[in-house]
């Protein structure tokens, strides 16, 4: 199969896709937010999981439940759920991480009839003694209580074969960011997107057979006539826009890594798969660098984003926030002056997800791409 296909393969309605793949596995789909939800304790336990995105259409009953200054992503998702788009889904998962994900969780639960509602209590700092048990104990519970629902034991087996699929994907995606860092040309910014969003709800057994057909292609792929536009490094939160990456693109640049929550983030590290597999799941998370609702070290972001910047030989990094995302907002001073200090331009776009002013967004990102 030629890599086109195999990207169109992935373009698919996800809410469509869940619910035909929940009939043919006579299997349960269970949703989560944010990248701090383990995921492999989900597909150990024969679940598809599903991560919700917010919404492409107009919030018309969520606002009803939120405060208007919640961001996107939360009310879209909301939204979803009270217009029973989601109702393929048998249980929802929230980790506890910003404010507004666990005040969703709260309405949630009194809301929305899931068959099981789980809030995963993480710690809020990860760099010290007592969190690996923590965090550990807190995934041992989420573990029970999926077991005492469905009355039937995730074994060590079980785990360290969804550890093993993973791995796989994690392996395959992170050849994939390379392939892009030295040859942004071989992959559009759009399929790229796609590719990532589609890890998000796909069967992973399917996701990562043909995930790693298309990897398999891209490197076999005739060199071209080398890029010679600006490399940008995309930091912030959700970016569930394809169009970014394109118009990044079009306005003669192209995105050669990221820290964010739907991109670099949710594919680093790898699993142990010896041991302990709830404790190997959890150091993944300990290991891997934090997002702005938890805290390891005062400037482990800033010098992540420093040190991404000069091994992908990026020329500038567009920060990319929801409206009112707290965490985000609260980093963004300090992240920009250690850039400052380091002579790497930057940029900031704050987005609404349902309705960015496309036309906006290229023409400042063009003035900042001339500017580099
Ligand atoms: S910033 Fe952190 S808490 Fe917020 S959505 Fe991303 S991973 Fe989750
Ligand atoms: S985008 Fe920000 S406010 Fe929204 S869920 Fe993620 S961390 Fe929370």
Known sequence: MNV?????????????????????????VVGYMCSYAPEEILWAAG???????????AIEQADAHLQSY???????????????????????????????????????????????????????????????EYLVATFRKLLTDIENWQERRITK??????????????????????LRQTHPERIAGSDFHAIIQASMWMDRDEFCRILSGIVEELKAMPTAAPFSGKRIVLSGSVCNMPDIYGMIESAGA???????????????????????????????????????AKHHGLFSRGNHLIQTVRETRGDGVIFLFLKFCDPHGFDYPYLKDMLDQEGIPSMLSEIEDRNLSEGQFKTRCEAFIEML
């Open 254 to 292: 192209a995105v050669v890594a990221e820290d964010v929550c739907t991109g670099d983030r949710f594919f680093q590290g790898n699993i142990a798969v010896k041991g302990d597999m709830v404790e190997n799941i959890a150091k993944r998370y300990i290991h891997r660098i934090v997002c702005p």
């Open 4 to 28: 086109s296909v195999m990207i169109d393969s992935l373009k698919q309605e996800p809410a469509t896709y869940a619910a035909e793949w929940k009939q043919s596995h006579a299997g349960k």
């Open 70 to 132: 919640c961001c996107s992503l939360v009310r879209g998702s909301l939204e979803e759920a009270l217009a029973g788009r989601l109702d393929f889904l048998d249980g929802m998962i929230f980790p506890h991480t910003c404010d507004s994900i666990q005040r969703l969780s709260d309405i949630w639960r009194m809301r929305i009839q899931n068959h099981f509602h789980a809030d995963v209590l993480l710690p809020a700092k990860l760099d010290t003694d007592s969190t690996r």
């Open 47 to 57: 679940f598809l999981p599903f991560r919700l995105l917010g919404t492409r259409y």
């Open 157 to 178: 087996e079980l785990l360290r074969k969804a550890a093993d699929r993973y791995n796989d994907i994690r392996f395959h995606m992170n050849t994939l960011y390379t």
